[in-house]
């Protein structure tokens, strides 16, 4: 659900920024409990991956956490972040290859070029209810969907801050792989940001 912010709005106070940040998790939680239930019943290659995730090769799991993100992003917040907590610099072929992955699936898959990543305090909450016109099932989308893009905001932060301990490495490969990185995913930034000027 992509609907485009007011160029201006009032800011909320912290009282309500902190309780809609509350309802636009649960709503979040709520999607990926339908979601989680949903491939349960109908997709039979979901159990096999989640246990993949955990208890295959490094290589098997890369390429779960891969389809599960790719599958459904919006659903796939604590997959981005265990991905993320993977980047290890003392793991050298598990750093590298964790690095390539995320690296794809940053630029590919989670981040708009057109958009940077919002923090929820940046949305216009409040005009929740003229954006979703009254609907309660419009709410609740676009409450997770911002919740999703604050928390991603935060992982990705957290995967440049990898990054950045990969480029600090002693192993030559390790911080070629996270120099490249750091650049392409910063020339995307850097579009970004000259397309919203």
Same mark, same amino acid.
């Given at each position: 659900?992509?609907?485009?912010?007011p160029?201006?709005?009032q800011?909320?106070?912290e009282?309500?920024?902190?309780?809609?940040?509350?309802?636009?998790?649960k709503?979040h939680?709520?999607e990926?409990?339908?979601?989680?239930i949903?491939?349960?019943?109908t997709?039979?290659?979901?159990?096999?991956?989640?246990?993949?995730?955990?208890?295959?090769?490094?290589?098997d799991?890369?390429?779960?956490?891969?389809?599960?993100?790719q599958?459904n992003?919006?659903? *796939?917040?604590?997959?981005?972040? $265990?991905?993320?907590?993977?980047?290890? =610099?003392?793991?050298? %072929? +598990?750093?590298?290859?964790?690095?390539?992955?995320l690296?794809?699936l940053?630029?590919?898959?989670?981040?708009?070029?057109?958009?940077?990543?919002?923090?929820f305090?940046?949305?216009?909450?409040s005009?929740?209810?003229?954006?979703?016109?009254?609907?309660a099932?419009?709410?609740?989308?676009l409450?997770?969907?911002?919740?999703?893009?604050d928390q991603?905001k935060?992982v990705?932060? *957290?995967?440049v801050?990898?990054? $950045?301990?990969?480029?600090?490495?002693? =192993?030559?490969?390790? %911080? +070629?792989?996270?120099l490249?990185?750091i650049v392409n995913?910063?020339?995307?930034l850097?579009?970004?940001?000259?397309?919203?000027?």
């Amino acid at each position: 659900m992509i609907i485009e912010d007011p160029k201006s709005f009032q800011k909320c106070t912290e009282q309500v920024l902190i309780e809609l940040k509350d309802e636009a998790k649960k709503c979040h939680d709520a999607e990926i409990a339908n979601y989680n239930i949903k491939n349960s019943k109908t997709n039979s290659n979901y159990q096999w991956m989640k246990t993949v995730m955990t208890k295959g090769t490094v290589s098997d799991k890369i390429a779960a956490h891969t389809v599960s993100i790719q599958d459904n992003p919006l659903c *796939s917040l604590e997959t981005i972040r $265990n991905l993320v907590g993977m980047v290890k =610099v003392g793991k050298k %072929k +598990e750093c590298i290859a964790v690095i390539e992955t995320l690296t794809e699936l940053f630029l590919s898959d989670l981040l708009r070029p057109d958009q940077k990543l919002k923090a929820f305090h940046q949305r216009p909450l409040s005009m929740l209810g003229e954006l979703s016109s009254g609907n309660a099932i419009t709410r609740r989308k676009l409450l997770s969907v911002w919740y999703f893009e604050d928390q991603l905001k935060e992982v990705y932060t *957290s995967f440049v801050l990898a990054l $950045n301990a990969a480029a600090h490495d002693t =192993v030559e490969s390790n %911080k +070629e792989k996270a120099l490249s990185s750091i650049v392409n995913t910063c020339s995307l930034l850097l579009k970004q940001t000259m397309r919203i000027r």
